[in-house]
């Protein structure tokens, strides 16, 4: 900070250079991250996983499930009650999982939760939760593991999980007997999958549901009591909702010990080919790397094929670029999941509650996910060689001493036995925030010089005036030099000599006055819109405004979907999701015509102010991508990825013709990353993929209609499970979005 408060510093060497070399610089960080991250499917610049948790013992479990019978009999009777009884609804048959719990001797025990939908206006959906504990033998229930299954119905879209829930069963026939558990077992089967997930975590906890509705990843954890807006007290137009908790997850009537970790199963069939190993939880949260290391290498031992996005166990590349493609690949379907910030599994929600979790999803040859290369060769895995893993891992689990603390909680797979590490790939989105902070810094140098260049231009009028005489000055200092030469020679002439000096100590004064007001003539001054000038001065309270302003429409729009509901179902008798699409369309239309006009209404921004606005945001948006980052790497990434271009182009425009060549196409840039427009294009993209014979316009419909769905899902899921996706686009992208559309089209007048 001292070279950049040095009246000196213009002449330091390294602002010199920064001036000539910032732009290929930041260009140079920001093809440097891009290739960091492609060069870390390499094997060179990954690593081979390894267990840091030696109470794991692995290797030591020696397999004993002999149920396999039980368990094919469990699968037919479920599928026949579901067929007798519930073929034409989507209830889950409570009373059959019941009974055939209390069978097997467990502790039985149904949770019933309650969900008052955000959006529907008054909808409410009801759930039953069915769960069983097998205590331990061995310890007084102070620590469990969860063993987990979500109950599809027939008519639903997904894959059933009939064959899940009846191996969950026959392990529970297999482990009642067993006298080596130090663990409690609950065995659970939610209704409505991760909504009876997330309702049985927060019952389990204590959470109740008299806490008021947060936007934020705090979701049931948000403080009962906290102060918060009452808009019905102002008016019944502003009385769209109570703000309430909308999910009353309702009260656990048994309960076991701290949870160390769970396993959620999504088997349909008996038969399948391979496991998918999914990973991804709540906001890109993932599970300890030791869990998912146990589940592979137990997948290895039973001789079960198992897989990873697109790694596959099964296939050996002896080819490097194949194997290097196939791992970026793998990483880039990794990225792609954990950009939403959606759990792909009911495993996804037990990571907030520091509970390690992870789904094994059964998959075949016609899997919906798609064909992976060389499946048919494989041999199918029945119910014995599923059920074989399972208890591996619950028996390692078993040996845990204490929670899992080692290992690495930030990592991205390249393969299903390679990893890399958070200090491996910090470095790319490290390379992306440098690019925007060295932009920043060569702004701020700009307008340092700026500075020293108008104090260059005024001290020459002060030069210059000090020469200055006033009119008859000459004459005067002449006469009073020669009469008081006189004035020694004739007597009398004392009084005389008194005067003239009088006066010359007068002109004195008036010469140092008129120099003064000179110096002020001449100073740089502007011009407000009332005529009067002021003085160049940076205005910190105008800028500050203009950010806490911007700041305040993104909150607003962040609290906007529910309003916008409410309007569209009294008003216009609409569905929330075309309610809050269109809405936020026209609120991104009402933000974009606006909002270059604030800085207009604050007096106007000159070049320095609109300067200091642009060092402002991009500071700004690099701390935002490294602190998002930190949590969640592959939403930082993309989000660096795609604004870090934006932030390099656009700055501020001057009134010459040379700006105004370049405007149109940085403005049609700027639009197109318009956080609303973004996601309609991508799903636009999306949908052209998966249906390539569809003309334009059905793209567009289709498109369309995926990106309400998205909107929707994103809104809803930052009320019910605390989804961040929704809340840092509307209240850290959109902000910054529009202090860029500000820059772009504001024209200041160029400096000498």
């Given at each position: 900070m001292g070279l950049l408060s040095d009246p000196e510093y213009g002449s330091v060497k390294w602002v010199k250079v920064l001036k000539k070399v910032h732009g290929p610089l930041c260009f140079l960080c920001y093809i440097g991250a891009l290739v960091w991250f492609v060069m870390l499917g390499n094997r060179e610049f990954n690593n081979e996983t390894y267990f840091s948790e030696n109470a794991l013992l692995p290797g030591l479990v020696t397999n004993e499930f002999n149920a396999e019978q039980a368990a094919k009999q469990f699968y037919n009777e479920l599928?026949?009650?579901?067929?007798?009884?519930?073929?034409?609804?989507?209830?889950?048959?409570?009373?059959?999982l019941v009974a055939k719990m209390s069978q097997l001797h467990l502790e039985v025990y149904t949770h019933n939760f309650t969900l008052n939908y955000p959006m529907g206006q008054g909808q409410v959906y009801k759930g039953t939760n069915v769960y069983g504990i097998l205590r331990a033998p061995r310890t007084s229930s102070l620590e469990a593991l969860v063993v987990t299954a979500p109950f599809r119905s027939i008519s639903s879209h997904q894959k059933g999980t009939t064959a899940g829930i009846a191996l969950m069963l026959a392990f529970a026939q297999f482990a009642r007997p067993q006298k080596y558990w130090a663990k409690d077992l609950i065995f659970l089967i939610t209704e409505h999958e991760q909504l009876g997930m997330q309702a049985w975590l927060e019952a389990y906890h204590g959470l109740h549901n008299d806490a008021e509705t947060f936007y934020t990843s705090l979701g049931g954890f948000w403080k009962p009591g906290t102060p918060s807006w009452d808009f019905g007290k102002i008016g019944s137009v502003f009385n769209w909702g109570d703000h309430k908790k909308c999910l009353d997850p309702g009260k656990l009537k048994g309960r076991s010990g701290s949870i160390q970790a769970a396993i959620n199963l999504e088997f349909h069939v008996p038969n399948i080919k391979y496991i998918e190993v999914k990973v991804e939880g709540l906001n890109g949260q993932l599970p300890n790397l030791d869990l998912v290391n146990l589940v592979h290498k137990l997948c290895v031992k039973s001789g079960i094929h198992h897989s990873y996005k697109n790694s596959y166990s099964w296939i050996r590349n002896r080819n490097k670029m194949d194997d290097w493609m196939n791992s970026v690949w793998t990483m880039l379907g990794m990225v792609s999941t954990q950009i939403a910030g959606v759990p792909n599994g009911n495993h996804g929600l037990f990571h907030r509650f520091g509970i390690e979790a992870v789904t094994?999803?059964?998959?075949?040859?016609n899997d919906p996910a798609g064909t992976p290369p060389k499946v048919n060769a494989l041999t199918s895995a029945n119910f014995f060689r599923l059920a074989v893993p399972l208890e591996s891992v619950l028996r390692s689990l078993n040996n845990l001493l204490e929670r899992f603390h080692q290992s690495y909680f930030f990592y991205l797979l390249a393969a299903t036995n390679r990893f890399i590490s958070i200090g491996q790939y910090m470095p790319c989105l490290c390379l992306l925030c440098v690019a925007m902070l060295v932009r920043a810094l060569s702004l701020w140098v700009t307008i340092q010089q700026d500075g020293d260049d108008e104090n260059t231009h005024t001290d020459k009028p002060k030069r210059k005036n000090s020469d200055t005489k006033l009119p008859?000055?000459?004459k005067i200092e002449e006469t009073t030099d020669s009469e008081l030469k006189d004035s020694t020679e004739v007597p009398g002439l004392e009084k005389k000599e008194e005067s003239l000096k009088k006066e010359n100590q007068e002109l004195r004064q008036r010469k140092k006055v008129?120099?003064?007001?000179?110096?002020?003539?001449?100073?740089?001054?502007?011009?407000?819109?009332?005529?009067?000038?002021?003085?160049?001065?940076?205005?910190?309270v105008n800028i500050g405004a203009n950010y806490l302003l911007v700041h305040l429409i993104g909150y607003g729009v962040m609290n906007s979907p529910e309003l916008l509901s409410y309007i569209g179902a009294k008003y216009y008798d609409q569905p929330s999701e075309l309610s809050v699409y269109y809405g936020l369309i026209a609120l991104s239309l009402l933000v974009t015509v606006s909002t270059p006009f604030i800085p207009r209404?604050?007096?106007?921004?000159?070049?320095?102010?609109?300067?200091?606005?642009?060092?402002?945001?991009?500071?700004e948006l690099a701390t935002a991508c490294l602190a998002v980052g930190m949590h969640n790497f592959s939403l930082g990434l993309v989000i660096a990825v795609v604004y870090?271009?934006?932030?390099?182009v656009v700055g501020v425009v001057g009134s010459g013709k040379k700006s105004a060549i370049l405007l149109f196409p940085k403005r049609l840039l700027c639009l197109l990353l318009q956080p609303l427009c973004i996601i309609s294009l991508c799903m636009i993209s999306?949908?052209?993929v998966l249906f390539p014979e569809e003309n334009i316009f059905e793209m567009i419909s289709r498109g369309k209609d995926a990106a309400m769905q998205a909107t929707m899902?994103?809104?809803?899921?930052?009320?019910?499970?605390?989804?961040?996706?929704?809340?840092?686009?509307?209240?850290?992208?959109?902000?910054?979005?529009?202090?860029?559309?500000?820059?772009?089209?504001?024209?200041?007048e160029d400096t000498v």
């Open positions: 599928n026949q009650e579901l067929d007798d009884k519930y073929y034409d609804t989507d209830d889950m048959p409570v009373p059959w094994l999803e059964g998959r075949d040859a008859g000055e000459d008129v120099t003064e007001e000179n110096i002020k003539e001449t100073t740089p001054k502007k011009q407000n819109k009332t005529g009067q000038k002021e003085d160049t001065n940076l205005r910190i209404i604050l007096s106007g921004f000159n070049r320095d102010e609109m300067t200091l606005t642009n060092i402002l945001l991009l500071v870090t271009p934006l932030a390099l999306y949908s052209h899902f994103s809104i809803v899921d930052s009320l019910i499970y605390g989804n961040w996706l929704f809340n840092v686009t509307t209240s850290i992208i959109f902000p910054t979005w529009i202090l860029f559309w500000q820059i772009i089209c504001n024209r200041v």
